[in-house]
């Protein structure tokens, strides 16, 4: 599948700090997945964008689909404790549409 | 609303015993997929399901694993034999199959297996 790469790899903030993480790819996507994946449960959606140019909110993240179609932007603000965890990006695969192709993740640590 | 339930949570087994996974999709959903995820490999599709039928097993490692979906609310992923480089986390996820909804995936909490 098409590789997505995610940056930067890990990001340690203090509380109250703003993230901001992307990843990008050298295919077109039509849809845009972020993820966040506490440790020892399973991925949980955070947002889904189909347009490119589309800026979608979640609470505190916004993220967006970029005009190339070939990245994304996820924006964490007035980070707490809570935002620890790893985020993935996801799109999906072009020869079955169905599959998703993930990123490596990003991983967040906030101290209080 | 219930999400995605997987049982076991965690299982540890010895190289040779049969593991049997177990997956129950958010109802409604008609796309349930299983996945694999490790350190080396980050997560992968095994295998998809659409309306009960398996679509796609290409990512199924070899004929060790096998996967069934016998109604819409119950799906099982067996390995038999079972190796130590299986040891993984598997991931079932549900979706709608409407249009682009499909890939909106909504994954249950995971089995961490170990094989000794």
């Known amino acids: 599948g098409q590789q997505l790469n995610q940056s930067p790899q890990s990001m340690f903030i203090q509380e109250g700090e703003d993230v901001s993480m992307n990843c990008t790819s050298s295919s077109i996507f039509n849809t845009w997945l972020w993820y966040k994946q506490d440790p020892g449960e399973g991925p949980v959606l955070l947002i889904a964008l189909y347009k490119a140019g589309e800026l979608t909110s979640n609470g505190r993240l916004t993220a967006q689909f970029g005009i190339t179609r070939k990245d994304s932007f996820l924006n964490i603000s007035a980070s707490i404790p809570s935002d620890v965890g790893i985020y993935f990006c996801a799109g999906p695969d072009s020869n079955s549409g169905y599959a998703l192709n993930f990123g490596k993740g990003t991983s967040l640590l906030v101290t209080p | 609303d219930a999400g995605v339930i997987q049982s076991p949570r965690h299982e540890v087994t010895e190289m040779g015993q049969e593991v049997t996974l177990r997956c129950k999709p958010i109802s409604g959903h008609n796309s349930l997929f299983w996945y694999r995820q490790t350190m080396m490999r980050g997560l992968e599709l095994l295998i998809y399901?659409?309306?009960?039928?398996?679509?796609?097993d290409s990512g199924m490692p070899e004929d060790r694993f096998s996967a069934k979906m016998p109604n819409a609310s119950f799906s099982t992923l067996k390995i038999q034999p079972s190796e130590p480089r299986d040891s993984a986390v598997y991931f079932c996820?549900?979706?709608?199959?409407?249009?682009?909804?499909?890939?909106?995936?909504?994954f249950g909490p995971g089995t961490r297996l170990t094989v000794l």
């Open positions: 996820a549900s979706s709608s199959s409407s249009g682009f909804r499909i890939n909106e995936q909504f």
């Open positions: 399901f659409n309306n009960n039928v398996p679509i796609d």
